[in-house]
């Protein structure tokens, strides 16, 4: 692959993950506020629609694409790179954020939820830290 093609494939992963991120920062906002909502409330039916529709039509497809083109940005690292192997650690863990916000949203849906506004407050910082890590890995390489 040509060095222009690299940067392009580069510039779509850092894109995918914006788009991904503002997801998994926002999703647990809305949780939050759903904590608080009576179920079968108006608020609560309109907070589900949100929350459906951003897991489906923007974290889902924008993990898939993240993954899609950081994978073939791999092709072309040295594997045994400590801080590759950080970041690919980290974002494992976002995956299983990613998740564990699927769950929840499935729970609220069904009126289920029993988790505190609290949980969810603090669950919001988890995608945080990660994502900080995360770039100063794939940027800074400290080591
Ligand atoms: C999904 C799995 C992921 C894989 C396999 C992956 C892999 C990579 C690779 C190989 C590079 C190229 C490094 C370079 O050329 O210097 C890269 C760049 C980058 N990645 Fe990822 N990444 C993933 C997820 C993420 C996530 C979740 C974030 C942010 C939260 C992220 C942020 C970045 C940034 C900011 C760069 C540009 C670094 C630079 O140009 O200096 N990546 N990624």
Known sequence: MSGGA?????????V???AWMAGLLYLPRLFVYHAEAEPGSELSETLKVMERRLLRAIMNPAMISSLLFGG???AYQDM???WLQVK?????????????MGRGRKDFEADRNTRPTRFYRIANEVP??????IVVMAVVKPF
């Open 6 to 14: 690299y940067f392009w494939i580069k510039a779509l992963h850092i």
């Open 16 to 18: 995918s993950v914006i």
């Open 72 to 74: 073939m940005l791999l």
């Open 80 to 82: 045994t790179a400590a």
């Open 88 to 100: 690919l650690g980290c974002v494992v863990l976002m995956m299983f954020a990613h998740m564990a």
């Open 128 to 133: 945080t830290v990660l994502m900080i890590v």
